[in-house]
């Protein structure tokens, strides 16, 4: 069953949309009572109601969006890229700022996955293999090219990716810089975990592991 979205857009459904968001990040899914979500978006629990039938699904509404914000970003990443180690750069580079600028949210994406009902997580999971094909392609176009020097492309793909989810875990603007001041050819902290076998990418992996080293 979908979310409720006839009032999806609305002002009201916004605020709680945030307040979910916010609840979950700070208490988890199961800590998070209606009460609280309502209470946070200045509204009764009754009212809540009116947009969202369920804590579940607000947390499915939150997941859904997430999950296609940030695989529309790095679709639209790669496309602008021409050499597999061009598109990886980008890809890495719009992956981790999603995590950092909307480190709250991404927390909430990505760490309760396990409290939505089986059919929203399947959905949602379908999202992640997406996101997963972005990453495994270029990585194995990388390798074909000569440009990557990687044993396994799907198990440089997944570390990848759970180097970007764990930026939401670990960022902190006021300490970190916010992703618009990261040096561009270093992209994210996920660079130093593919080994292109150009002399002149193994430069450039060397500045992003000093980079990432001044970052945690």
């Known amino acids: 069953m979908r979310a409720n979205t006839s009032s999806s857009t609305s002002p009201s459904s916004g605020r ?8 979950f990040a700070e208490r988890g899914f199961h800590g998070t009572t209606t009460r609280d979500i309502s209470a946070r ?4 629990p009754a009212a809540m109601y009116a947009h969202h039938r369920s804590k579940e699904e607000l947390l499915y509404a939150i997941s859904l969006h997430g999950h296609q914000r940030v695989l529309s970003a790095i679709q639209e990443a790669s496309a602008q890229g021409v050499t597999p180690t061009e598109r990886l750069s980008r890809v890495a580079y719009a992956f981790g700022a999603w995590h950092a600028e909307g480190h709250v949210r991404a927390r909430v994406v990505n760490y309760e996955l396990g409290s939505l009902s089986p059919e929203h ?3 949602v999971t379908a ?6 094909t972005v990453f495994r392609s270029i990585v194995a176009a990388g390798i074909a090219a000569g440009e990557f020097d990687a044993p396994d492309a799907s198990m440089t793909a997944v570390s990848l990716i ?4 764990d930026i939401s875990r670990w960022y ?3 300490g970190s810089g916010r992703p618009t001041t990261w040096p561009p050819t270093t992209a ?3 660079c130093a975990w593919w080994a292109p076998s150009t002399e002149s990418s193994r430069s450039r992996i060397s500045d992003c592991r000093g980079w990432t080293g001044a970052i945690y």
């Open 16 to 23: 709680l949309l945030a307040a979910a968001t916010e609840a």
């Open 41 to 44: 978006a200045g509204m009764s």
């Open 121 to 123: 997580r399947a959905e």
């Open 188 to 190: 994210t902290p996920s």
């Open 172 to 174: 902190n603007p006021q």
């Open 127 to 132: 999202l992640r293999r997406g996101i997963d």
């Open 162 to 165: 759970s180097l970007g989810i």
